[in-house]
């Protein structure tokens, strides 16, 4: 589903990722952890199609399609969908009309009609129930005044409505409760299948004990450099990573 | 072979003041009273020339053109007015400058021509007429006083609630340039009130130079919405002359597009003590339209307050102007006195001329004023086309965000929600494809 092969980025002239290689096969559920500026989010960035980020080297191939040509919107339609770690706060655009109008578009790129107000409105109150989500937040401007964890259930409402094939999420587990942790990895679960793949951004070994991946990364110095199975989460709990940046080094 | 501005301005008055001296006198002596004091100080005051401050962002130039000055038709044919979705209310129609349709009233509401006026309407008419728009430097205020064949008068008697109505300031389908010279006075009594709709009809050539004159008596309230939703080549020049009284209020809501040429100068007196004053403005312009609104709240008596809130988008090559004077009065003690102005550029080349002028003269006074310009939020536009927004339908959904604010503000329902789809049909007119938004 995704090859990233040998990917350096640089963003304002400073090189971030030096030679990353990914790939995620349809089914799988893989964790990238790693130090902070490492170049975790830059990944995400440069996968979504962020102004700003250049790729000076390497590839990143969705579904058979290099992204490099493409949009923003045109990954999303493909069907990429990234969590922010910041999600921005947009005043005036309410929650509801943004979420139809990126429903409305994915539909219209597939070919299917607009949904009607109605039924869109069920929908996105069903999903909304499922996250334990005030409908009461549809009706705010996008992430208007909203907590921290309250911006990261609204990305995982996002995400369900949108039903993306891989889904990107950076650090959604950040900021968020203890009952939250569970709603969101709940909501996360939903989405697994053999068709989709999961990518998950994160600093704890925590939500993968509710979200259980196949892989872990980690990426240091703008490379990934280890991977392994779901047990060397436990181990970066244990050491820090501070000894795989000596090995790496 | 070109003509020099000076000279096409020295044009223009000679021919305005040979229009001037062909009018027959009106019966009306109110009128009579605006004419002979409108010609005469239109002798004496200068057009606005290269120089003159007031007008340094607009140009006269579209106005000078050849047959803007012809004499408007009485009877020229009436054009269709096209609905405003679900707007519905007792409608004056003032066509070319002509009232050509004036709605029955209950009792309490009296709205007349000022040629017609009789009885308690003259009266008005005599103590009001031309007190409100001061001539004083303004030489197309004096040419309105000049020209005005006609008039409306709205009147609302002490007490009396008067609902809603619709003023329409529309174009003949005369084809041939024009002028025309609206002139309204509106008259609330002490303790009435009034929704008033004033919608501007027309793209073609014609000059267009509207007087509107308002006196808000003590308690009395005026909702005042403004809509200039039509652009093309329409000349327009529009002042607002306000007086608002003890414990009166006023609130002004515009949703305004540019034209080649577009200008609303709108003057507020806060008179007595405790008036109240809310103005909104969203604005948008388009191409190479061109809107200058100069506005100036006068606080000329203690514990009186306004808070003004305006939005403006430009586009392309077009130019959008707002000078926001603020004169607090020494004696004008607690006054609190707010005005917000932002501004988007949709355009590396489009221009918005955003200046604020304080003069305040009380020192116990509560006064914040505040512009910026500014684009479009690039992490807000990548939001939301991560999420298959396409880039000129998120560019649509943020220019209205950044308008919802004010367009909110109407305190009309009806017009309120016919005002949004009105500004984001102007907006898509330019290829700015509505995408998954609409
Ligand atoms: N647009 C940019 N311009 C310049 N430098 C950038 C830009 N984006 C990221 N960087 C830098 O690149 C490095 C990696 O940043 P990134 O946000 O990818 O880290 P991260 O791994 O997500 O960290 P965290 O765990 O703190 O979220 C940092 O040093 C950051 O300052
Ligand atoms: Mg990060």
Known sequence: MLKIRNLHVAAEGEAILKGLDLEVAAGEVHAIMGPNGSGKSTLAAVMAGREGYEITEGSIEFLGEDLAGLEPEERAWRGLFLAFQYPVEIPGVTNLEFLRASVDAHRAYRGEEATSAVDFMKLARATSKQLRFDTDFLKRGVNEGFSGGEKKRNELLQMLLLQPKLALLDETDSGLDIDALQIVADGVNTLRSPERAIVMITHYQRLLDHIVPDKVHVLSGGRIVRSGGKELALELERKGYGWLEEAAA | MAVKLEDRIEDFARRAREQTAALTAPSAPALATLRQRGTEAFATTPLPGAKTESWKYSRIGPLLEQGLLDRPREDAPLPEVPAFAGFEAPRILVVDGWPRQLPEMPAGITITRFSAAEGAGAEVLSRELGSLAYLDGRPFVALNGALAEDGVLIHVAKNVQGGELELLLAQSLNAAPHGAHPRVLVVLEAGSSLSLVERHLGQAQVFTNAVIEVRIGAAAHLAHMRLQLEAGAARSLTALDV???????????????????????????????????????????????HLDTQMCLEHEAPHCTSN??????????????????????????????????????????????????????????KCAHGATIGRLDEKSLFYLRSRGVTEDAARLMLSFAFL???????????????????????????GMAPGAAA
């Open chain 2, 243 to 289: 007086a608002v009284a003890r414990d009166g209020r006023y609130d002004l809501q515009q949703a305004l597009l540019g034209s080649i040429f577009r200008r609303n100068e709108i003057r507020i007196h806060c008179t007595e003590p405790g008036a109240e004053v809310t103005v909104g403005g969203a604005t948008l312009t388009r191409d190479r339209n």
């Open chain 2, 404 to 430: 919802a604010g004010v367009v909110d503000a109407f305190p009309l329902e009806t017009v309120r929600d016919a005002v949004r789809p009105a500004l984001e049909a102007a907006f898509m007119a330019h």
């Open chain 2, 308 to 365: 003004q809130v305006f939005r403006a988008l430009a586009g392309e090559r077009s130019k959008t102007v707002l000078n926001g004077r603020i004169h607090i009065h020494p004696n004008a003690q607690k006054t609190s006195a707010e005005l917000s102005s932002r501004n988007l550029l949709l355009s590396h080349d489009a221009e918005i001329d955003a200046k604020p002028e304080l003069e305040i003269y009380a020192d116990d006074v």
